[in-house]
Protein backbone atom coordinates (compact mmCIF):
# COMPACT_ATOMS: atom_id res chain seq x y z
CA UNK A 1 0.00 0.00 0.00
CA UNK A 2 1.23 3.40 -0.55
CA UNK A 3 1.91 5.40 2.01
CA UNK A 4 4.11 8.52 3.09
CA UNK A 5 5.77 8.86 6.85
CA UNK A 6 7.89 12.06 7.56
CA UNK A 7 10.35 12.03 10.15
CA UNK A 8 13.00 14.20 11.74
CA UNK A 9 11.43 17.45 13.02
CA UNK A 10 12.33 18.21 16.82
CA UNK A 11 13.34 21.08 18.26
CA UNK A 12 16.37 23.22 17.20
CA UNK A 13 17.63 26.87 18.10
CA UNK A 14 17.62 29.46 15.29
CA UNK A 15 20.63 28.62 13.05
CA UNK A 16 20.61 24.79 13.85
CA UNK A 17 20.20 22.07 11.21
CA UNK A 18 17.39 18.68 10.83
CA UNK A 19 16.99 16.39 7.83
CA UNK A 20 14.30 15.00 7.65
CA UNK A 21 13.05 12.08 6.47
CA UNK A 22 9.62 10.64 4.23
CA UNK A 23 9.73 6.96 4.00
CA UNK A 24 7.61 6.53 0.90
CA UNK A 25 6.34 2.56 1.05
CA UNK A 26 5.10 1.29 -1.56
CA UNK A 27 6.42 4.29 -4.01
CA UNK A 28 9.30 3.35 -6.81
CA UNK A 29 10.89 6.52 -6.38
CA UNK A 30 12.45 5.92 -10.52
CA UNK A 31 9.05 6.28 -11.33
CA UNK A 32 7.44 8.46 -8.93
CA UNK A 33 8.05 12.43 -7.96
CA UNK A 34 7.98 13.47 -3.94
CA UNK A 35 7.36 16.71 -2.88
CA UNK A 36 7.62 18.78 0.82
CA UNK A 37 5.50 21.29 1.92
CA UNK A 38 5.00 23.19 5.45
CA UNK A 39 2.53 24.35 7.21
CA UNK A 40 3.41 27.08 10.06
CA UNK A 41 0.34 27.81 12.66
CA UNK A 42 -2.19 29.59 11.02
CA UNK A 43 -0.53 30.06 7.69
CA UNK A 44 -1.49 28.09 4.38
CA UNK A 45 0.69 25.20 3.48
CA UNK A 46 3.42 25.77 0.58
CA UNK A 47 5.52 24.08 -0.91
CA UNK A 48 9.24 23.82 -0.61
CA UNK A 49 10.53 21.66 -3.73
CA UNK A 50 10.43 18.12 -5.44
CA UNK A 51 12.53 15.68 -6.36
CA UNK A 52 11.65 13.53 -10.16
CA UNK A 53 11.66 10.19 -11.03
CA UNK A 54 15.37 11.05 -12.23
CA UNK A 55 16.41 12.79 -9.02
CA UNK A 56 16.18 16.44 -10.48
CA UNK A 57 15.52 18.76 -8.06
CA UNK A 58 12.92 21.57 -8.13
CA UNK A 59 12.93 24.24 -5.81
CA UNK A 60 9.96 26.39 -5.19
CA UNK A 61 11.40 28.89 -2.76
CA UNK A 62 14.05 31.16 -3.23
CA UNK A 63 15.30 30.23 0.23
CA UNK A 64 15.69 26.36 -0.45
CA UNK A 65 18.66 27.01 -2.37
CA UNK A 66 20.10 28.61 -0.04
CA UNK A 67 19.43 26.85 2.92
CA UNK A 68 17.18 23.91 2.18
CA UNK A 69 18.20 21.02 0.29
CA UNK A 70 16.43 17.77 -1.36
CA UNK A 71 17.91 14.45 -1.71
CA UNK A 72 16.89 10.85 -2.10
CA UNK A 73 18.06 6.70 -1.51
CA UNK A 74 15.71 5.47 -3.83
CA UNK A 75 16.78 1.84 -2.63
CA UNK A 76 15.66 2.89 0.71
CA UNK A 77 12.21 4.58 -0.59
CA UNK A 78 13.13 7.46 1.02
CA UNK A 79 13.85 11.53 -0.09
CA UNK A 80 15.53 14.16 2.48
CA UNK A 81 14.75 17.52 3.47
CA UNK A 82 18.00 18.97 4.81
CA UNK A 83 16.93 22.20 6.83
CA UNK A 84 19.75 24.10 7.49
CA UNK A 85 20.33 27.54 9.41
CA UNK A 86 17.17 27.64 10.71
CA UNK A 87 14.91 30.74 11.58
CA UNK A 88 12.23 30.98 13.91
CA UNK A 89 10.22 31.85 10.72
CA UNK A 90 10.90 28.15 9.64
CA UNK A 91 8.88 26.31 12.36
CA UNK A 92 6.15 24.75 11.06
CA UNK A 93 4.44 20.71 10.41
CA UNK A 94 6.38 19.86 7.39
CA UNK A 95 4.94 17.02 5.07
CA UNK A 96 6.05 15.19 1.92
CA UNK A 97 3.16 14.46 -0.63
CA UNK A 98 3.11 12.35 -3.65
CA UNK A 99 1.31 12.24 -6.90
CA UNK A 100 -0.15 8.52 -8.07
CA UNK A 101 1.68 7.76 -11.47
CA UNK A 102 3.67 11.39 -11.00
CA UNK A 103 6.49 11.29 -12.43
CA UNK A 104 7.92 14.84 -12.41
CA UNK A 105 6.69 17.50 -10.32
CA UNK A 106 4.26 20.05 -10.08
CA UNK A 107 3.66 22.12 -6.98
CA UNK A 108 -0.13 21.18 -7.18
CA UNK A 109 -2.06 18.33 -7.15
CA UNK A 110 -0.48 16.24 -4.76
CA UNK A 111 -3.23 12.92 -3.45
CA UNK A 112 -0.89 11.12 -1.21
CA UNK A 113 0.35 12.96 1.84
CA UNK A 114 2.18 12.36 4.99
CA UNK A 115 1.20 13.24 8.66
CA UNK A 116 3.74 15.71 9.06
CA UNK A 117 6.79 16.32 11.15
CA UNK A 118 6.84 19.26 13.76
CA UNK A 119 9.83 21.38 13.74
CA UNK A 120 10.35 23.81 16.00
CA UNK A 121 12.59 26.47 16.17
CA UNK A 122 13.84 28.93 19.45
CA UNK A 123 15.26 32.23 19.19
Known amino acids: QLQLVESGGGLVQSGGSLRLSCLAS????????IGWYRQAPGKEREGIGCINMDGEITNYRDFVKDRFAISRDAAKKTVYLQLNSLKPEDAAVYYCAARAQGIECFIDGMNYWGNGTLVTVSS
Open 26 to 33: GFNLEYNA
